[in-house]
């Protein structure tokens, strides 16, 4: 009987995590970036932080800002805007960092403003056009386009948003600043 009960506890135990990993499913935390809004599927996004202090790494892509320490872990920063090659605009008390885990790595994600979580159901999501790409081996970052009552939002794939030369430069700074602690 006892071994009944055990089984009756495990599947209980996987229906707990079943159901928080159901209820993240087709949620999405939407940002502004330019006059566009973006999503990230929530299940990417660890946290949202204020805007900090910086510390620059020479000699990278303009996109990448630096890195932060929070909590006493190094994340490299980069700017969405400058990513999607639109103009740079200037921090203030609105513009935060929204923390992502992207390929076993965290990082922050400079946004003009954080917009809402919202829930997009899988039959709103629309395939990106194809109209008005010039460089068919562009990376693409937007791999669908959600409806939202009578807005569409582009949805990002964050684990394009880095390609593997950022995230190493990232990772020897990391080990850089951690070599010299």
């Known amino acids: 009987m006892s071994e009944m009960s055990e089984l009756k506890r495990r599947a209980a135990d996987g229906q707990a995590?079943?159901?928080?990993?159901?209820?993240?499913?087709?949620?999405?935390?939407?940002?502004?970036?330019?006059?566009?809004?973006?999503?990230?599927?929530?299940?990417?996004?660890?946290?949202?932080?204020?805007?900090?202090?910086?510390?620059?790494i020479p000699e990278t892509e303009d996109y990448i800002k630096g890195l932060i320490n929070l909590r006493g872990k190094v994340i490299p920063v980069i700017d969405v805007r400058?990513?999607?090659?639109q103009e740079p605009f200037e921090y203030n008390d609105r513009t935060c960092i929204i923390v992502i885990n992207v390929k076993s790595t965290m990082v922050g994600l400079i946004v003009e403003k954080i917009a809402e979580v919202v829930e997009i159901?899988?039959?709103?999501?629309?395939?990106?056009?194809?109209?008005?790409?010039?460089?068919?081996?562009?990376?693409?970052?937007?791999?669908?386009?959600?409806?939202?009552?009578?807005?569409?939002?582009?949805?990002?794939?964050?684990?394009?948003?880095?390609?593997?030369?950022?995230?190493?430069?990232?990772?020897q700074a990391n080990d850089m600043i951690l070599g010299e602690e």
Do not use: W
Not at 82 to 85: E, G
């Open 82 to 85: 400058l990513r999607f090659k």
């Open 17 to 56: 995590a079943s159901s928080e990993h159901d209820a993240q499913k087709g949620k999405y935390m939407t940002f502004k970036s330019g006059n566009e809004y973006f999503g990230l599927k929530i299940e990417y996004v660890s946290e949202i932080i204020q805007f900090q202090t910086i510390t620059a």
């Open 121 to 171: 159901k899988e039959e709103n999501i629309l395939p990106p056009p194809t109209i008005g790409r010039m460089d068919k081996g562009q990376q693409k970052y937007v791999y669908g386009i959600g409806k939202v009552g009578g807005a569409v939002k582009l949805l990002l794939d964050p684990d394009k948003l880095l390609n593997d030369d950022d995230l190493s430069v990232a990772e």
